[in-house]
């Protein structure tokens, strides 16, 4: 072999010698190498004196070779922080959305949360519907880009008034229907008109879409119209977002007679008013949709299956007729093509199921059931704490502190205590007017724990106040 050859080869078996053993470990004695390799005892020392020099080993004088600790942490460790300069200002904030998925700590009464608890899940009924879905034909074909047309059809039903199943494309859960909507339906830099409150994730939405959300007051009722037609005129807005029946987190249904008025503004302002069906199934008594009232392809509705059923069951509709139909398909197409099929023929066959109407009946009865337990828990426990509405379902009661309390302290407090709650300032697209908090009633396992909650946050609202 050419010297300088031998020398690169031993380096570099004595390199992979080096990367498997512990810091501190010594190589393979020269000899030995010598041995081995049928190398010389220069031809050795060289390509030992190499790995030195890349700072791979160290050298004891008589003793032998061992392998270096890595300095500063692990050897070539990479260096990331160019990416700060390449992307800029932060787009997308996550931080409210991630508080209000977060795992519940254990001993923790959880007063926070949006889905059904397991115990209320039709876990086994989803299965088998699972199942039967996955024998089906066309199970695992790829589905029509807008949805199967049974689906389609049966969320146009839900609906209401004209919609057909053309109107009708299936997305991946009312979060991906929002960023659709948002995205398909302004154009960054634009204002939105929301509630205020509003869900943080349609905040967190809208600003991703780069969007500029411009609060709209509400009172009881949801949304006032004549600050809703101002807010139009002064800020030029084409897109109102809104929750007309059991807005979150306030819990407020619109009536009948202020949707009208909303559709009529919208239609005098040229705009286009996302409505956020979200709770459509947490009620027996919901109005008719403004989707239904619509005939002027003024509302884009959206609706999920998964706040009824399963976090997991991720399918929801978005409704929309015109241009602004055409635009959410592509980015529907653009982003992710389609909902897997599987997950589409699932939801199908539970829905046309009679365990649906059953499973339907069964949450409405245990909606009822905590909503008036956590309103007759806060009612005994902190009468200083005001509910905003008693919501005629839901998972939630929008609750106002006394204005001298610290929110924040509240909530920490309440962790201490071992309660969470969602902190009302995360809803509110400006400053909010005071101290609020949201507190949820499903994911307590029964009603005993949700008095024991509200025990707990009595405590420590008691803690902040003195």
């Known amino acids: 072999m050419e010297n300088d050859s031998s020398v690169d080869q031993v380096a570099a078996i004595l390199r992979q010698e080096a990367e498997r053993l512990a810091a501190g470990a010594q190589l393979t004695?020269?000899?030995?190498?010598?041995?081995?390799?049928?190398?010389?005892?220069?031809?050795?020392?060289?390509?030992?004196?190499?790995?030195?020099?890349?700072?791979?080993?160290?050298?004891?004088?008589g003793v032998g070779a061992f392998v270096a600790q890595p300095v500063g942490g692990a050897r070539d460790a990479a260096d990331l922080s160019w990416q700060t300069v390449a992307l800029g200002a932060r787009v997308v904030d996550d931080e409210p959305v991630a508080a209000l998925l977060g795992a519940v700590p254990e001993g923790t009464v959880p007063l926070t949360g949006g889905y059904l608890r397991p115990g209320l899940r039709p876990d086994k009924q989803l299965a088998a519907a699972a199942v039967r879905a996955v024998r089906r034909a066309?199970?695992?074909?790829?589905?029509?880009?807008?949805?199967?047309?049974?689906?389609?059809?049966?969320?146009?039903?839900?609906?209401?008034?004209?919609?057909?199943a053309g109107d009708v494309l299936v997305v991946s859960g009312g979060q991906a229907a929002l960023t659709h909507a948002f995205r398909a339906l302004a154009a960054p830099g634009t204002p939105v008109l929301?509630?205020?409150?509003?869900?943080?994730?349609?905040?967190?939405?809208?600003?991703?879409?780069?969007?500029?959300?411009?609060?709209?007051?509400?009172?009881?009722?949801?949304v006032r119209p004549e600050l809703l037609a101002e807010a139009f005129a002064v800020t030029g807005a084409r897109v109102f977002f809104c929750q007309p029946t059991l807005?979150?987190?306030t819990g407020a249904t619109l009536p009948v007679e202020r949707r009208e008025q909303v559709l009529q503004v919208a239609r005098a302002a040229g705009a286009f008013v996302i409505e956020d069906d979200y709770a459509h199934f947490l009620t027996a008594q919901a109005p008719s949709s403004l989707a239904s009232m619509d005939r002027h392809g003024t509302v884009v509705h959206l609706v999920s299956l998964t706040k009824i059923l399963s976090p997991s069951l991720r399918v929801a509709a978005v409704i929309a007729r015109g241009p602004a139909a055409r635009r959410l398909r592509s980015s529907q197409l653009v982003e992710s093509f389609f909902v897997a099929r599987p997950l589409q023929e699932t939801a199908l066959e539970f829905v046309g199921s009679p365990g649906w109407r059953r499973h339907l009946a069964a949450v409405h009865g245990e909606i009822s059931a905590?909503?008036?337990?956590?309103?007759?828990?806060?009612?005994?426990?902190?009468?200083?704490?005001?509910?905003?509405?008693?919501?005629?379902?839901?998972?939630?009661?929008?609750?106002?502190?006394?204005?001298?309390?610290?929110?924040?302290?509240?909530?920490?407090?309440?962790?201490?205590?071992?309660?969470?709650?969602?902190?009302?300032?995360?809803?509110?697209?400006?400053?909010p007017p005071g101290p609020r908090i949201r507190v949820t009633h499903m994911a307590a396992a029964h009603l005993a724990e949700l008095t024991e909650g509200v025990r707990r946050l009595s405590q420590a609202l008691a803690e902040v106040s003195s």
Do not use: C
């Not at 880009?145 to 609906?159: I, N, Y």
């Open 370 to 431: 905590r909503r008036d337990g956590l309103a007759a828990a806060l009612a005994a426990r902190m009468p200083e704490a005001e509910v905003h509405v008693m919501p005629i379902g839901g998972m939630h009661l929008w609750v106002r502190l006394p204005a001298e309390v610290d929110e924040h302290a509240l909530v920490e407090a309440g962790k201490r205590n071992g309660v969470l709650v969602s902190p009302g300032q995360i809803y509110y697209p400006s400053e």
């Open 247 to 249: 807005h979150n987190p």
């Open 138 to 164: 066309e199970a695992w074909a790829m589905p029509p880009l807008t949805g199967v047309v049974e689906l389609r059809r049966w969320f146009a039903a839900q609906a209401g008034g004209d919609v057909t």
């Open 194 to 222: 929301v509630e205020t409150p509003t869900y943080p994730g349609a905040l967190a939405a809208a600003k991703a879409a780069g969007l500029r959300a411009t609060a709209v007051p509400m009172d009881r009722d949801g």
């Open 29 to 61: 004695s020269s000899r030995e190498i010598m041995r081995r390799h049928n190398v010389s005892p220069v031809t050795v020392s060289r390509a030992i004196g190499q790995l030195a020099a890349e700072g791979r080993v160290v050298t004891k004088p």
